[in-house]
Structures are given as structure tokens and as C-alpha cells.
């Protein structure tokens, strides 16, 4: 459990939780650890994320956004008002809270390595773009306040980077400036999801349509961003003997489905490459900072490995 989580929680805080929703507390069963707590309480999914973490503002936006994309009819998680008919609700005060979430629990399942079809990647892309083209026509709510990409509590996660002779503090810097020089304008540019991946999402078990979840780290960025983590995300999923050919079949199906619904002009895709990268530093400081123990389990020791190979792997692409 997130040590920030773990000195403010307790069992009465679920308690209280499952009242507002009229869930059993026995019933809720804590699926997921990390920045939220996550419980499966039978046909719903209760979210407890405290303040230190994201403020009930984030949350406030958060739903905003998502409360958008249902009314838009986009396959997207549904939200479970409480019993005060409210999309969130807080526990504590102001300053030290839990804000509490509830949503439907989706009937579906998750894309397993052999299921990865040519026709997913596609859907994949489609589902991108539905995201981009609704987030043309969302006016934002009075009062809500959406962060920028990087003002997000995500990237200060360079700070956890080793500080070493490859000079990733730097690389990140450096990353950071290249993207600031980058066009700005309503075409490339707005409210993204930026954690699209086969954790955030369900095949639904009627429709076959992938449902879309988990849209804590909501922000304003270039929509090339969210393609960029489509992109890592599947490579980290698949683990393909040769990335950078998976990486190019990836997105050329990819592609196909994305253009049904919007289109980028290519110098917005141009800076993908670079985004996937900026993901790798983040995971990477993420790691360095929740694993730093050294007898650190044997696979975290292996996918922390993975990720600067592929760190290095990627600045030989771009020369960085």
C-alpha cells in the first residue's frame, strides 16, 4: 500500500465509504494498492484516492471529463452516484480528506497476449480518436480546473531518476524543453486521457467494444501524447522480440482505425517517438522511487532492467 495512503487509512474509512454507496462493507475486497485504493464490491468498483495524492478538485475535474464522454455515448466506465446523488463524495476535512469514487463494474475482460489481434490494434485507434474528436466540443465546466502535462504530480517523478553517467535527469530536462517548443492549436492539442493501456480498459462481453477506465491522470496535452502511450503501453504488454518493427506494424493498423474518426497532420505525429521516451523516464523514476529496496522481488528487478534498456534504446533512436 502507498505510504501516504497507508498513514491516513483505516478500516472505518471503508466503512464510511461503503455507507455512502450502500455497500456491504464486508462485501468490498481491496483489488489494488497503489496511489488509490481500488475495492470490487460485486457490481460496483469503490475508488478511495487522498488529498496528498489528488485533491478533490482532481477529482471533481476528473469526473467532469468523464461524466462528458458518457453523455457523448463513448464507451467509458459509468459512474455510480451516492446516496446523496452526488459523483463523489469526501471523507474527512478540506485539508486531509479521501475522496470517494463508485463506479459500475464493467462485464468484460482484459486483452490477454494472445488475444492481441491485428483488429485491436485498429479498435485501439479508434478508440483514440473517439477521446480526441468528443474533447474538440467539451466546454469546461465553471469552477473546474484542468492541469497541464506537466503539472501533473507524475512528472516530478524525474526527481527519483539515478544519478549516474547516463545523465537521465538531464535527458528529461532536455525532453521537457523540446516539448514546450512544440505548436500549440485546437487540432493537436487538449484534454487527454494520457494512460490508455490494456490495465485501463475492458473487451465488453456483449459489444466487443473496449471500455475505457481510469481517468485520474486526465490533463491537458498534445493528442499525439495519448498515442505515444497507446504505443508504449502495448510494446510493455506484448514484450516483442523486435520493438521497433512491432512499433511500426503497431501503429500502422493503429492508424487505419484512428482516421475513421479524426485525423493529425504528421508533423503532430513527428514527436511521438519522443513522448514514448518521456513515458520511459517517468516509469522508470516511478520504479526507483517504489522500489527501492534492495531485495526487491526478482521481476521488478527484470522490468526495471527492461525499462532502461529501453530508455537507452530509444535516445540512440532520437540521438538524444
Known amino acids: 500500500m ?43 468498483i469503490l475508488r478511495l484516492s487522498h488529498s496528498e495524492i489528488r485533491t478533490h478538485k482532481d477529482i471533481e475535474a476528473e469526473l467532469a471529463f468523464l461524466r462528458f464522454l458518457q453523455i457523448k455515448n463513448l464507451a467509458v466506465v459509468q459512474i455510480v452516484p451516492s446516496q446523496q446523488n452526488n459523483l463523489w463524495e469526501l471523507l474527512g476535512t478540506p485539508d486531509n480528506h479521501f475522496s470517494v469514487v463508485c463506479f459500475e463494474k464493467i462485464d468484460g475482460t482484459k486483452v490477454e497476449k494472445d488475444a492481441w489481434t491485428e483488429q485491436h490494434s485498429y479498435n485501439l485507434g479508434v478508440l483514440t480518436a473517439q477521446l480526441h474528436q468528443a474533447e474538440q466540443s467539451f466546454e469546461v465546466p465553471p469552477n473546474i480546473i484542468y492541469k497541464k502535462w506537466d503539472e501533473l504530480p507524475e512528472y516530478d517523478l524525474y526527481q527519483h531518476l539515478p544519478k549516474d553517467e547516463r545523465q537521465l535527469t538531464e535527458l528529461h530536462h532536455q525532453l521537457v524543453e523540446q516539448f514546450k517548443a512544440y505548436s500549440i492549436h485546437s487540432k493537436n492539442y487538449g484534454l487527454i486521457h494520457y494512460d490508455i493501456h490494456s490495465g485501463n480498459y ?31 503501453y502495448a510494446i510493455l504488454h506484448l514484450n516483442p522480440n523486435n520493438p521497433e518493427a512491432f512499433e511500426k506494424d503497431f501503429l500502422n493498423l493503429f492508424w487505419k482505425g484512428y482516421e475513421t474518426i479524426y485525423q493529425l497532420e504528421d508533423k503532430d505525429k513527428a514527436p511521438i517517438p519522443a513522448f514514448v521516451l518521456y513515458r520511459d523516464l517517468m ?7 517504489t522500489w527501492a529496496d534492495p531485495k526487491q522481488a526478482e521481476n521488478e528487478k527484470i522490468f526495471r532492467e527492461q525499462t532502461a534498456q529501453s530508455i537507452e534504446r530509444r535516445r540512440m533512436f532520437l540521438g538524444c
Open 202 to 232: 475492458l473487451i465488453d462481453a456483449q459489444t466487443q467494444k473496449l471500455v475505457l477506465f481510469d481517468f485520474e491522470m486526465v490533463c491537458y496535452g498534445w493528442y499525439a501524447m495519448d498515442v505515444a502511450m497507446v504505443v508504449y
Open 283 to 289: 516509469l522508470y523514476g516511478y520504479f526507483n522511487r
Open 2 to 44: 502507498n505510504t501516504i495512503v497507508q498513514e491516513h487509512y483505516s478500516e472505518q474509512v471503508l466503512k464510511d465509504a461503503c455507507a455512502l454507496y450502500n455497500i456491504t462493507y464486508k462485501a468490498a475486497k481491496l483489488i489494488r494498492a497503489n496511489s488509490n485504493l481500488i475495492f470490487d464490491a460485486g457490481d460496483k
